[in-house]
Antibody, heavy 120, light 107 residues
């Protein structure tokens, strides 16, 4: 059974960088045909896809965030990570890491989510 | 970006009711349409992928249909544990986008 767990600071100051990691257990980030993904949800609102990194290492980002986002993989730790630069209050949300399957890219496993608040 | 429009945004129903939620894409997405259920404080859960394929472990009262731009999620007989918010998602074209959600409440 694949499990994902987000970790990182719950509070980030405006203009700084939001950094989250997702530890994967029960599977490998470097094998199979999967998209390791980040999705966020502001309180009381809908879901926004941030981007993903494919097993091969190729990345795709939401154009609305592309200039500020980096998703990377650390195979030695079986983790993937999200960095979002120059954050504002609008980036306050629950951040989910997730696994999506090729080719449909449906998300079959989700982390529990972690709340990140941007505030001084 | 492909816009996903769900209707209704909320509905009230009773246990045992048949419930239908629709999702319309702003352009054709063939069958790259997925449905998720989310309960308060929890991560979404995959119900249906590729428009009509039932995810393993999901009760058969859930079904999906459609192709192109118009899709439907049907719950054949609503159960107490089905009261939640439902989201559609297109995975045809990046950026992947979600519908605004449909909240299913108890009548």
């Amino acid at each position: 059974q694949v499990q994902l767990r987000e970790s990182g600071p719950g509070l980030v100051k405006p203009s700084q960088t939001l950094s989250l990691s997702c530890t994967v257990s029960g599977g490998s980030v470097s094998s199979g045909s999967y998209y390791w993904s980040w999705i966020r949800q502001p309180a009381g609102k809908g879901l926004e896809w941030i981007g993903h990194i494919y097993t091969s290492g190729s990345t795709t980002y939401n154009p609305s965030l592309k200039s500020r986002v980096t998703i990377s993989v650390d195979t030695s730790k079986n983790q993937f990570s999200l960095k979002l630069n120059s954050v504002t209050a609008a980036d306050t949300a629950v951040y989910y890491c997730a696994r999506a399957q090729w080719p449909v890219r449906h998300v079959d496993y989700w982390g529990q989510g972690t709340l990140v608040t941007v505030s001084s | 970006d492909i816009q996903m429009t769900q209707s209704p945004s909320s509905l009230s129903a009773s246990v045992g009711d048949r419930v239908t939620i629709t999702c319309r894409a702003s352009q054709t997405i063939t069958s790259y349409l997925n449905w998720y259920q989310q309960k308060p404080g929890k991560a979404p859960k995959l119900l249906i992928y590729a428009a009509s394929s039932l995810q393993s472990g999901v009760p058969s009262r859930f079904s999906g249909s459609g192709s192109g731009t118009d899709f439907t999620l049907t719950i054949s007989s609503l159960q107490p544990e089905d009261f939640a918010t439902y989201y559609c998602q297109q995975s045809d074209t990046s950026p992947l986008t979600f519908g605004g959600g449909t909240k299913v409440e108890i009548k």
